[in-house]
């Protein structure tokens, strides 16, 4: 991911309301797609409402789709955005502003050599979970229930390319990502 992006991420997650601010707003999450996996998902607002990051969508497509790993079960879906915001799967608090929970990204490379779309796939981590264990387990992702815009699989890349998002109020520093 381009440090623009991550400039762009790091900057709308900084004035998003926390615990400490009255305007709190609850997290988004929704329930894992894997079918044997009852784990939650949990997105910040900033992912959700940025454009940049949803899976580009032919114009049949009625929703905003993001592509998301599970913590738990480490498969891959496309989610709605819309999944996110159900009021029954509302979150209470942001566990990514006080650090409970870390975003990481990567950018899955198109099986077809002659499509040069990119897409993005974002897992969140619990607090403690590093940019070198969570690279390590990169390739333990199962992500063939996501495909590309132009409908080939998608492949994961070397664990270097997992990148740790900006986010909460204590940024790990540029050398930590």
């Not at 004035?15 to 784990?39: E, G, I």
């Not at 454009?51 to 969508?57: E, F, G, I, S, T």
């Not at 999944?83 to 990204?105: A, I, M, N, Q, R």
Request: proline share 11%; aromatic share 8%; net charge negative.
């Amino acid at each position: 991911m381009n440090q623009w992006r991550q400039h762009k991420i790091a900057a709308s997650m900084s004035s998003l309301p926390t615990p400490q601010h009255p305007h709190f707003v609850p997290l988004p999450q929704t329930n894992c797609h894997n079918p044997s996996c009852q784990a939650l998902i949990q997105m910040p607002h900033p992912i959700l409402q940025q454009p940049v990051a949803y899976l580009r969508k032919k114009a049949t497509d009625s929703d905003d789709l993001l592509a998301v790993v599970c913590h738990s079960c480490r498969h891959g879906f496309a989610y709605s955005v819309g999944e996110f915001y159900v009021p029954s799967t509302l979150g209470t608090h942001d566990p990514f502003g006080t650090g409970e929970l870390s975003l990481f990204c990567v950018s899955l490379e198109c099986d077809n050599k002659d499509c040069k779309i990119r897409t993005e796939l974002f897992a969140s981590k619990p607090h403690g979970v590093s940019t070198k264990m969570a690279q390590d387990e990169l390739q333990t992702w199962t992500i063939e229930a996501i495909s590309c815009y132009c409908g080939a699989q998608l492949i994961i890349p070397p664990p270097s390319a997992l990148a740790r998002l900006p986010l909460g109020p204590e940024n790990p520093s540029p050398g930590e990502y």
